[in-house]
């Protein structure tokens, strides 16, 4: 049988750290089953949301459930952006030798 | 974003403390943002993880370089897109939020703006031993602004 966290309840309607989700995911027991219900939970943060995808996808069997329409949403982000290959888009950076504290200053002030 | 950039202290600069600074400038109606830590700095992080080391050079420029570009320090072959970190920070800020980024570590320093994007090798009697992460992001959000187009 599956054992029902209420997440809002022990830990808040707003999620905001990897460490929280790392709390969660060391109170948990592998060989258990859960669902996490995500009731009255508002907002999470994109890392906070990462680590509960790495919950979700882990040797524990875990289950979300009554996900708030933000909270859906940064999942869904998250999950999107697993699928992805890096991008290294940006390209390089000029990298400019500045000798003195003068050209730093120069530099600071160029626009 | 704080959480990521905070979160990037506890995992990667090998620190147990770290410093945040948040202020409201009413006159320019702007919020400046500092995260600090007094860590290995990115370049240390990246010989420390063992990441990109052929691509690494010699310099905490060449590191910079290497973060803006996206090259995680994370060691998950699995997931390679995870490290959100700082070049999408980055984007959000000054892409999305029409803001500045700039990045002090160790002896080089990245700014970027709407118009200028360069990395500073500073001279030797600058050498911060750790890493200042700045953003300086206007109060009014940009009405096109899509927190989710900067999240994957």
Excluded: W
């Excluded at chain 1, 060391?26 to 907002?43: F, H, I, K, R």
């Excluded at chain 2, 240390?44 to 690494?56: P, R, W």
């Amino acid at each position: 049988m599956k054992q029902i966290i209420n997440i809002q309840e022990q830990y808040g309607a707003e999620l905001h750290t990897r460490q929280m989700m790392e709390r969660l995911a060391a109170s948990l027991v592998p060989t258990n089953e859960y669902l996490l219900d995500m009731a009255g939970v508002e907002q999470i943060s994109r890392s906070a949301a990462d680590e509960l995808y790495n919950l979700t996808h882990s040797e524990i069997h875990v289950d979300l459930i009554n996900l708030e329409p933000f909270v859906e949403k940064m999942l869904s982000a998250v999950t999107k952006g697993r699928f992805l290959p890096r991008q290294h888009t940006a390209g390089d950076m000029p990298i400019i030798h500045c000798a003195t504290i003068g050209s730093v200053q120069r530099q600071l002030m160029a626009k | 974003m704080l959480d990521e950039l905070i979160c990037n202290i506890q995992q990667h600069a090998q620190t147990d403390k770290g410093y945040a600074y948040l202020m409201y400038n009413k006159a320019a109606r702007t919020i400046e943002i500092i995260i600090a830590d007094f860590g290995i700095t990115i370049y240390g992080s990246y010989v420390a993880a063992q990441k990109h080391l052929d691509k690494l050079g010699d310099s905490d420029a060449d590191a910079l370089n290497l973060a803006q570009n996206g090259y995680s320090v994370k060691n998950l072959p699995d997931t390679e897109n995870r490290g959100y970190g700082i070049s999408s920070n980055m984007k959000m800020v000054v892409d999305g939020l029409k803001g500045e980024f700039a990045v002090l570590s160790g002896n080089a320093l990245l700014l970027l703006t709407a118009n200028d994007r360069k990395i500073l090798a500073l001279p030797p009697e600058i050498d911060f031993k750790g890493t200042m992460i700045m953003v300086r992001i206007p109060a009014q959000m940009p009405d096109k602004f899509n927190l989710y187009d900067y999240m994957s």
